[in-house]
């Protein structure tokens, strides 16, 4: 299993950037996929995440009104639209996945089998 990671860039505050991910090497569906970021000097994050089955949603108090994850599990992609984006975003931004269905919350990081690239993001002030 393959996901890559696309789209990030160098942006002002206040604007907007629009992250995609795709998988690719499996021929079975997600239970789960999720946005995770790792700023320099600190260690990776959730901030976003979604259950496909019954697109339940979550969203890093940091994040919360900002950005919108979104995906389609048939089609192999996931996105995460980052609107006023803020110098304290800026980060590698990763795109993971979780295979296994039930069990721990979609918000345990240590739940996610594989993992894409990363795509670096820059906010300037």
């Known amino acids: 299993v393959q996901l890559q990671a696309s789209g990030g860039g160098l942006v002002q505050a206040g604007g907007s950037l629009k992250l995609s991910c795709a998988v690719s090497?499996?021929?079975?569906?997600?239970?789960?996929m999720g946005w995770f970021r790792q700023a320099p000097g600190e260690e990776r994050e959730l901030i976003a995440a979604?259950?496909?089955?019954?697109?339940?949603?979550y969203y890093a108090d940091t994040v919360q009104g900002r950005f919108t994850i979104s995906g389609d599990n048939a089609k192999n992609t996931l996105y995460l639209q980052m609107n006023n984006l803020k110098p304290e975003d800026t980060a590698v931004y990763y795109c993971a996945e979780r295979v296994r269905i039930g069990g721990p919350p979609i918000t345990d990081r240590s739940e996610y089998e594989y993992w894409g690239q990363g795509t670096l993001v820059t906010v300037s002030s």
């Open positions: 090497g499996r021929s079975f569906m997600s239970y789960a």
């Open positions: 979604i259950r496909w089955s019954g697109e339940v949603t």
